[in-house]
């Protein structure tokens, strides 16, 4: 199989032999796909290794023969935004999730529109916490995982007032009034829920419930091996950094 133009964002690279990268990213045509570009660490090939950076844009030719494509060339489309603290960990986590859960050469062009979403949203440098939810919520939808954010499991509307838990595979259930005070606080409010069902960022003293119950969710679809990002901001958080304080990722 050839590739020939094939818009794609870069998601990870790594260092393969001595002059080598393993590059993986999300493509509009074929969904996520896996490139070995040979001698891009050589001095003489700095354009193309800048191109291979994680959050580019690309335009690139290869040929795919295995589980691997080999890179022909590649070229940036444009400049990818320039994110330090906290937005560039909020970017490290979008790709990473991404990586995760997107198959191989399965073609997702809504989680393409999602992630090229996001990647702008980054750039514009809006609220974190809530820029990543609406991801979320995109990915999942993009993957078949998603819910109808305005019903809850059994069909019944969300109700504002109430609260909410995440059954990853079958929607919001609705927490009964005499359930733990523990249990109904660390859940989300069905405003919470609905202005997600909107587009509109809830006030900010929802989003902590609603970062949890996804998480959860996330967690579901990964299995037992977490993200490395969820493990940075664990680490960070034990360092005496609170988690969607300091920084504020919200992931």
Do not use: C
């Not at 133009?5 to 998601?11: C, G, H, Q, S, T």
């Not at 590059?23 to 074929?30: A, I, R, S």
């Not at 109904?184 to 997600?196: E, I, N, T």
Request: aromatic residues 6%; positive net charge; hydrophobic residues 45%.
């Amino acid at each position: 199989m050839r590739y020939a133009a094939e818009n794609a964002f870069v998601l990870h690279t790594r260092p393969w032999r001595e002059t080598s990268l393993l590059v993986e990213v999300l493509t509009l045509q074929h969904g996520r796909v896996g490139l070995v570009a040979r001698g891009v660490l050589g001095p003489r090939r700095q354009l193309l290794r800048a191109a291979l950076q994680p959050l580019q844009w690309i335009r690139f030719d290869a040929v795919q023969k295995g589980e691997m494509a080999t890179l022909a060339h590649a070229e940036a489309v444009d400049a990818a935004p320039r994110l330090t603290g906290d937005a560039a960990l909020a970017a490290f986590y979008l790709s990473e999730l991404t990586l995760r859960l997107a198959p191989r050469h399965d073609p997702q062009p809504d989680l393409f529109a999602a992630y090229a979403r996001a990647r702008e949203r980054l750039r514009a440098g809006e609220p974190l916490a809530w820029l990543l939810r609406r991801y979320e919520r995109d990915l999942l939808a993009a993957l078949g995982l998603g819910f109808d954010w305005q019903v809850d499991g059994d069909g019944q509307r969300i109700d504002p007032a109430a609260r909410y838990r995440l059954d990853p595979e079958h929607g919001p259930r609705r927490l009964l009034v005499d359930r733990g005070h523990a249990e109904r606080s660390d859940a989300p409010s069905g405003r919470a829920l609905l202005a997600l069902a909107a587009d509109d960022m809830p006030p900010p003293e929802d989003l902590p419930a609603l970062r949890r119950a996804m998480r959860r969710v996330l967690e579901h679809h990964l299995g037992p091996r977490g993200l490395t990002s969820w493990q940075m901001l664990g680490d960070l958080a034990r360092a005496g950094v609170a988690p969607g304080q300091s920084p504020s990722t919200g992931a």
